[in-house]
């Protein structure tokens, strides 16, 4: 029983286990971060919106409908490649620092983005047109496979431990904000130029405007400085190097931890069930983000014959009321708790999918806002609570490359692949009704993740220690442990002492 009992027993915090944050760093961190979701995020909405104009100009030969799957097809084959890029830039971010990688995706993004204003169309050199949309769609995809990881992990790591939901939000708030801006362009593109206009070399612009995008973003990255929990896990990984080499050699079982191979193994084998709450949450989040966001304005146009205009402005108006509301989602996630938002989340997803679609079929105007409200309602309850919850299932050693991983596997089996699917459902089956089905699927999955999710609001990190805002809640923080230290102490020596009371 004593040996029991002292297991238990915890160190107290001391001064320096706990880290105080720079406010002027972590609005930098949430800044540039942010900024790269933007970028990634303008790119979807350019092509979400654009997906029947460039299946004019490089799918001429096909039906209508066969030229919205195979510019889908594009879309989603990007996201095949994305957990290559997983696995290349996620352990490489454990490894050499976050900061560097998160450079090197924005680099990448802006110029396969930037590239694909540039391309001929398919009148001009034939099935090479496609061919080259295709590279650049990979390219744009490899590299966003370290981007969203990248960069939850970054600001999940300079965030305090109070406000982590509030601030994470503001990287989806840069991902609906730089939707909102792409669709925006096209939008307006639309009603200027008209179709004719898009079809000649309207279509281009949108994508030459990323070039700018991605040189902001690039200068505030290089600014950027390693997190304090990377720093720590750097410094104390050399530490444990020097105290082998000083010991006279390396130790094959660390060595074997550190190297590529053996965080793989190791993510895997001791870390599957973080592994697959990851992949159900992001399927959640995914599915109905991509539903959204990419397919739902073909759906209005192609399926239910809406004006394309009109579908734009209503999907755009759903984004800005995300947009809106995200960061009031995180600040309640950070009060109330992730599972409490993930639950309700799914459970109305489930519930409310079917009533979404048949409101979006009516037609018009109001009826179809209605369902789009609806949509993006449910869209923000995981978009302001997953950049918070999804870093914390993960050691800070292996936090990048577990959640590169995890997040990307998902984001192509089920995320990015959501528009290819339910359109060509949609066209199999003749049913309508297709994407409301798909929605209560994945609120399924989401709901069942949840359940296993452990609450991690208001506490550091997994490998991490606690981080706060001031030198006062510090202070604070390591008064309580103490004195939480001494009343174990005590319950430790009324056992040892009355072993047969009743506790």
Known sequence: MLRILLRRRKRPLSAEDVTVTDRPAVRRAVSAAALGNTMEWFDFGVYAYLAGTLGKVFFPSSSPGAQVVSTFATFAAAFLVRPLGGLVFGPLGDRIGRQRVLAATMIMM??????VGFLPAYNTIGFAAPILLLICRL?????TGGEYAGATTYIAEYAPDTRRGFLGSWLDFGTFVGYSLGSGLVTVLTAVLGDDGLVDWGWRLPFLVAGPLGLIG???????????????????????????????????????RQSGRGRLKEIFTRHWQAVLICMGLVLLYNVTNYMVTSYLPTFMTETLGEDALTAQLL???????????????GRTSDRWGRRPVFMAGSAALIALAVPAVL????????????????????????AGTSASTLPALFPTRLRYGALSISFNISVSLFGGTTPLFVSALVQATGSDMIP???????????????????????KPLR?????????????????????????????????????????
């Open 436 to 458: 409301a089905y798909y929605l209560m699927a994945a609120g399924v999955i989401g709901l069942i993740a949840t359940f296993f999710l452990h609450e991690t609001a208001g």
């Open 315 to 329: 999907v755009l108006g759903t984004m800005i009321v995300v947009a809106l509301t995200i960061t009031t989602v």
């Open 110 to 115: 802006a110029v396969s983005t930037f590239a």
């Open 218 to 256: 690039l200068y505030m990255r290089l600014r950027l400085e390693e997190t304090p929990a990377f720093q720590r896990e750097a410094e104390q990984a050399h530490h444990d190097a020097e105290e082998v080499r000083a010991a006279g050699g390396q130790d094959p079982v660390e060595e074997a």
């Open 139 to 143: 390219v744009q995809g490899f590299s």
């Open 463 to 503: 490998g991490s220690g606690p981080m706060v805002e001031t030198e006062e809640q510090a202070h604070q923080l390591v008064a309580r442990s103490r004195a939480e230290a001494g009343r174990r102490a005590r319950d430790v020596w009324i056992r040892l002492r009355h072993p047969w009371a009743r506790h």
């Open 359 to 382: 409101l979006i079929r009516v037609g018009g105007i109001l009826a179809p806002a209605f369902g789009c409200l609806i949509l993006g309602l449910l869209l923000v309850c995981f």
